[in-house]
Every structure is written in C-alpha cells, then in structure tokens.
C-alpha cells in the first residue's frame, strides 16, 4: 500500500473520534439568541449518545466504520449586561467514553475510549431588540415579541485528553473559534423563527500523529421553528447546514470537503419551578465527508437566580 494511502485512511479513521470535536459545527441550538432577565444563573447536566457510520471515498480500503459514544456534559450559564445589552456567558465540560471500531482491508480495528474533553466558552450578546431587562421587562417581552438581531463568539479550548502517540483521541489538539450572527422573528407570540449564519475557524495540530494537521474554515447556516406552549414549555423543528473543513494533513491536500445537513427536534418540559428536562435528537439528511451520527440528548437545568 502506498504512503498517500495509507495518509489518506489514517485521515477518514480519525473522523471517528474527530466527530465528537467537529460535531460543534453541527449543533442544533434553538432559542440561543432568545433573552434572560438579568442575574440568571443556570447550572446544566447532559448527556448524548451519538452512532452511526462515516461515509468516506469508496475507492479506500476502509470499511464498516462504525462508533457508539456517549458524552456527559456539564455546563454554567450566566446572564450579564454588557453595553447595556443582554448577554450570556457559557462554560461547558464534556466528558466522552465509547467505542470506534472497522476495517482497515481486512484487518479489523477498534479503539475503547474514556476521557475528559475541550473545555468550551460561549458568549452571546443581543444587538439589536433585548436590551439588559428586568424580570418585568421580560415578562412583556415574552407576551409581545418583537424581533431580535443577536451575536455570539464560541471558543473551544484545547484542555482535552490527547496523546499524540495515538491516533484516535477524545481532545483535538487545537483551538476552535465559532463567530456566528443570529435573529429571532416573531410569527405571533406562540411562534418563532430563529436562523443563524456562522464561521468556524481552526488552528493547527502540529502534534497529530501522521504529520501536522491544518483545517479550511467550516461554514454553517441553522434555522429553528419554535412553537411556545406556556412559559418555559417549547419544542421546536431544527435544520442545520454546513460545509468546507477541507484538511492538509503532513502536507497532503485531501478531497474532504464537507457538505452536510442535519434535521432534528427538541423540546424543554418545565417541573417544579426552576427546573427543566430538554430532549433533542438529530440525523444526517446530507452526509458528504465528515460525521454521519444520529444523535439523542438529553438535559437537566435547574435556575439558581
């Protein structure tokens, strides 16, 4: 087998475990954009369970790709003013365990994995509609919507487990930027539209065991129909399009342009006051390069403020 062979098969098997990172640019976030009171604190606990295959160039001698991972995420959120505006400011920690296994020719393959992974940051601020506001103000948002124009910058921080001895790792090694602009439009006051257009952008892994790993920005559109039953009970209708991440790996360009849709639903069912469920699952409609997951999530909040 030749070394750009070989070069080529070590990438396409990395986008097994790469999926838990890459799966940020196809995140399905209804209401990001949607305003809190000022001083709201909320404290969330997850979990996803993601699998599926990878669909792949035909021509390598890849086969049966198949993974079955599990990712535990905790994470804070604070609403803050900033110029006036409402703002949020999130961390989140995810903690990833599963199985990615094939065939490389005939020879199979498999990898049991159980780690911490890349710390996330994300900051949204409303530019347009929100301004800072009172539990008042928000009640009478929430009964008379009117539109919405809104920011966000997310960074994920290379914190995550990763040996670059090894090929398939829960970390990714680098840093990921997410710049991104949305607005919420009201139908009526039970019914919203919220889309968004964004950029991921990437810094190198220069540890990655085939040689360096460089990565073509990630383009991405979202879109959620939202449907508002009573104060905090909503479900929504999900769409996500992204492509490009076209990577160079040890100096070799790869034909991986990405070309992706993802179509999911989710709602959030409130109990007991301050506290939520949320339940979301996603799949692949269009699946060229990169992950092709069906993913399941669900969320416990509870409001601290």
């Given at each position: 087998?030749?070394?750009?062979?070989?070069?080529?098969?070590?990438?396409?098997?990395?986008?097994?475990?790469?999926?838990?990172?890459?799966?940020?640019?196809?995140?399905?976030?209804?209401?990001?954009?949607?305003?809190?009171?000022?001083?709201?604190?909320?404290?969330?606990?997850?979990?996803?369970?993601?699998?599926?295959?990878?669909?792949?160039?035909?021509?390598?001698?890849?086969?049966?790709?198949?993974?079955?991972?599990?990712?535990?995420?905790?994470?804070?959120?604070?609403?803050?003013?900033?110029?006036?505006?409402?703002?949020n400011i999130?961390?989140?920690?995810?903690?990833?365990?599963?199985t990615t296994?094939?065939?490389?020719?005939?020879?199979?393959?498999?990898?049991?994995?159980?780690?911490?992974?890349?710390?996330?940051?994300?900051?949204?601020?409303?530019?347009?509609?929100?301004?800072?506001?009172?539990?008042?103000?928000?009640?009478?948002?929430?009964?008379?919507?009117?539109?919405?124009?809104?920011?966000?910058?997310?960074?994920?921080?290379?914190?995550?487990?990763?040996?670059s001895d090894?090929?398939?790792?829960?970390?990714?090694?680098?840093?990921?930027?997410?710049?991104?602009?949305?607005?919420?439009?009201?139908?009526?006051?039970?019914?919203?539209?919220?889309?968004?257009?964004?950029?991921?952008?990437?810094?190198?892994?220069?540890?990655?065991?085939?040689?360096?790993?460089?990565?073509?920005?990630?383009?991405?559109?979202?879109?959620?129909?939202?449907?508002?039953?009573?104060?905090?009970?909503?479900?929504?209708?999900?769409?996500?399009?992204?492509?490009?991440?076209?990577?160079?790996?040890?100096?070799?360009?790869?034909?991986?342009?990405?070309?992706?849709?993802?179509?999911?639903?989710?709602?959030?069912?409130?109990?007991?006051?301050?506290?939520?469920?949320?339940?979301?699952?996603?799949?692949?409609?269009?699946?060229?390069?990169?992950?092709?997951?069906?993913?399941?999530?669900?969320?416990?909040?509870?409001?601290?403020?």
């Amino acid at each position: 087998m030749s070394a750009r062979m070989v070069l080529k098969i070590i990438a396409l098997v990395t986008f097994c475990i790469f999926s838990v990172a890459e799966a940020a640019a196809q995140e399905l976030t209804p209401r990001l954009y949607w305003p809190m009171p000022k001083g709201t604190q909320l404290l969330v606990a997850g979990y996803s369970h993601s699998a599926g295959d990878v669909l792949f160039d035909r021509t390598i001698p890849l086969y049966e790709v198949d993974s079955d991972i599990n990712v535990g995420i905790l994470a804070y959120v604070q609403t803050v003013n900033l110029w006036g505006r409402s703002s949020n400011i999130m961390v989140e920690l995810p903690y990833s365990w599963g199985t990615t296994k094939g065939l490389i020719e005939k020879d199979p393959a498999q990898r049991d994995f159980s780690a911490f992974g890349d710390l996330g940051f994300t900051l949204t601020v409303n530019l347009m509609g929100a301004p800072s506001m009172t539990r008042e103000d928000f009640l009478a948002l929430r009964a008379d919507p009117h539109p919405i124009i809104g920011a966000s910058l997310k960074v994920i921080a290379p914190t995550g487990d990763y040996d670059s001895d090894r090929l398939i790792n829960v970390g990714a090694n680098r840093w990921a930027t997410r710049l991104q602009l949305g607005t919420i439009i009201p139908f009526r006051p039970s019914w919203l539209l919220e889309a968004a257009a964004g950029i991921w952008l990437y810094s190198d892994d220069d540890e990655f065991l085939p040689g360096m790993r460089e990565q073509d920005p990630i383009y991405a559109l979202e879109a959620h129909l939202i449907k508002r039953f009573r104060p905090g009970f909503w479900a929504s209708l999900d769409f996500t399009y992204f492509t490009g991440g076209r990577q160079t790996i040890g100096g070799e360009r790869l034909g991986d342009v990405q070309q992706n849709a993802k179509l999911g639903g989710t709602v959030v069912i409130p109990f007991a006051d301050r506290h939520a469920v949320k339940i979301g699952y996603a799949t692949g409609t269009v699946t060229k390069y990169g992950s092709d997951f069906d993913q399941f999530l669900v969320t416990y909040q509870v409001l601290l403020r």
